[in-house]
């Protein structure tokens, strides 16, 4: 459970985040005919392509003989939606009016929700990243959670906007996930209360390390502010007279290259190339987009990444090390390297196109394979710990998934040793007797709502502590033997 958690790209939005890790987003306006989609214009000799003239057909056949009146617009979204859909593509998407023109309206502002980007990933809603300080994030969610069912409503069969519309609500309301997580044998139960998400970028602070002041920039999205967020709170550090730099990209799934360009041009030296980016369309050359900064910072950097560092974040760290020479520490990258462009139909709907694949400055495709570190570190499995169930009490001769991840809080919090299978055994209960007495509760050795508030109350204090993130102790210990040299 990453509480210290990174915020995320918002572009596919209803009240959660619909992911569709993006790179960037192109808006154009499409020339369809009024009566008819893009793909029914006539040819020049004024008759309908094959393809076309069988869609019609096929509508005809629906209009004349199907028992019941069906919608003209009805059937059109559903033939787009067959069309988008059999491009076979996750990053490809259709938005109607109504979804399309909540997104633009949330774009600039704040939205209620739970707070996590998702994606369809093998037919399941699955965890992209959680925003930070979101209702998702202090409910332990995690990159790659599947959320199987809302309020006990299935998602099996939703496409992704419908499943993200049975997740959404108004702030105050509450949503029971069920979420099946790797390596967790049975789903476990996840309870949110839906919140205002305010969309954050960047975010600093310096740690101290043998004796060295490090700055630490996390940026969680890619958005259209992120650069200038980024160049402020850079000054800041540089301004503490900072002796390195760690930039963290970890749970940030991308956004717009556009941010990425400007961010490198702070940090890429000697003009370096940032990204290229190879069309579908052959007729369009590689584009090329390199920084234009002179000289290298006065001090190391290196670049922390994880699994749900993705797309945009994946070009930063990519160039980093390819053209500054700079290392990259933690886990290895989502693997996403596509690029879409969004372009709007005349009634305000919204088709995302796949159109490009980007490449780092060395040529290579990271698409499915993402990018691996030059030092791989991964956190304590503590750190994968979710909430406590809230509406059941765990004790003795319980076993299952949730007396597992209590077992992982109590091992976080150095309450051990105790097993870790999910058998809530003599030791845990003497360890749960323990841990009451020293908060001043009745000393049962079960875990009431009251002992699971107090155990994630602790655990987040311990998660929330710099000293205890490996990953980020990993970066500056390498940022201080470059210093040595």
Request: hydrophobic content about 40%; some cysteine; proline content about 5%.
């Amino acid at each position: 459970m990453r509480w210290t958690g990174r915020q995320v790209f918002v572009m596919i939005l209803l009240s959660m985040v619909v992911s569709s890790l993006l790179t960037f987003t192109l808006i154009s306006s499409g020339q369809a005919s009024p009566t008819m989609p893009v793909a029914a214009q006539a040819n020049g000799n004024g008759a309908l392509p094959k393809e076309v003239a069988k869609l019609n057909e096929a509508y005809q056949i629906v209009k004349g003989k199907f028992i019941d009146q069906v919608p003209d617009d009805k059937l059109f979204e559903g033939a787009i939606k067959g069309m988008i859909g059999s491009l076979d593509d996750p990053y490809t998407d259709y938005m109607d009016p109504e979804s399309a023109q909540q997104l633009q309206s949330m774009l600039n502002s704040t939205f209620q929700g739970i707070g996590a980007e998702v994606t369809l990933k093998n037919n399941r809603v699955t965890i992209v990243s959680p925003y930070k300080g979101s209702p998702a994030e202090k409910a332990g969610l995690l990159p790659n959670d599947q959320i199987l069912s809302v309020n006990g409503e299935s998602l099996d069969g939703l496409d992704l906007n419908k499943a993200v519309q049975k997740i959404r609500g108004p702030k105050g309301t509450k949503a029971v996930l069920k979420v099946m997580r790797p390596g967790v044998s049975e789903p476990l139960t996840v309870e949110c209360i839906r919140d205002d998400i305010p969309i954050e970028t960047v975010y600093s602070k310096t740690i101290e390390k043998d004796g060295k002041k490090l700055g630490v920039l996390e940026i969680a999205q890619f958005s259209a502010e992120t650069a200038d967020h980024f160049g402020k709170e850079l000054k800041k550090l540089e301004d503490q007279h900072i002796d390195g730099l760690i930039v963290d990209v970890r749970g940030n799934p991308g956004g717009y290259v556009e941010a990425v360009r400007q961010i490198g041009e702070m940090l890429i030296p000697n003009k370096g190339v940032i990204v290229r980016v190879a069309y579908g369309d052959k007729s369009k050359p590689e584009e090329v987009i390199k920084s234009t900064l002179d000289k290298p910072k006065p001090y190391p950097i290196d670049v922390l990444i994880d699994g749900g560092s993705a797309s945009a974040s994946e070009i930063l760290a990519g160039a980093m090390r390819e053209s500054g020479g700079y290392k990259l520490v933690g886990e290895n990258s989502f693997g996403k390297g596509t690029v879409q462009a969004t372009v709007e139909m005349q009634d305000k709907s919204l088709i995302k196109l796949t159109i490009a694949k980007w490449l780092t400055p060395k040529g290579t495709w990271i698409h499915k394979k993402g990018i691996a570190p030059d030092e791989t570190v991964k956190e304590p499995d503590y750190f994968k710990v979710t909430q406590l169930p809230q509406d059941q009490v765990l004790k003795r001769d319980m076993n299952s998934a949730d007396v597992k991840n209590l077992q992982m809080i109590l091992t976080g919090l150095k309450l051990g040793p105790v097993r870790t299978d999910g058998y809530f055994d003599e030791k845990t209960e003497a360890v749960i007797k323990t841990f009451q007495a020293s908060k001043k509760l009745t000393p049962t050795g079960q875990v009431d709502k009251a002992t699971a508030n107090a155990l994630q109350e602790a655990i987040v204090a311990v998660l929330k502590d710099p000293a205890n993130d490996v990953q980020l102790q990993k970066a500056a210990e390498v940022l201080v033997q470059q210093l040595k040299k």
